[in-house]
């Protein structure tokens, strides 16, 4: 499947089952996941990155992103197995 054929290029979000993903989303998660894990990243960043995270996370499992692929790193995967 292509990008566009999951959301066309007019469309900017898709409902699947009840849950709104917005185009991004997974990116999102990508750069939040990186601030999450950096032991440098200031508190204010860190704290919007997480909250950024558990905001995405209903999209990000509706699309089954946990599914088929594993966060590699311990101390963020247990912080999503924990929400």
Not at 12 to 24: C, F, L, Q, S, Y
Not at 64 to 70: R, S, T
Request: hydrophobic share 50%.
């Amino acid at each position: 499947m292509r990008a566009e054929q999951m959301l066309p290029d007019h469309a900017d979000r898709i409902d699947a089952g009840g849950t709104t993903i917005r185009k991004g989303t997974v990116g999102a998660f990508l750069v939040n996941a990186r601030v999450l894990t950096d032991p440098d990243a200031a508190p204010a960043d860190r704290a919007r990155a997480e909250a950024d995270a558990i905001d995405a996370l209903p999209a990000l499992r509706t699309l089954g992103l946990f599914d088929v692929m594993e966060v590699r790193d311990p101390a963020l995967r247990a912080w999503l197995d924990a929400r």
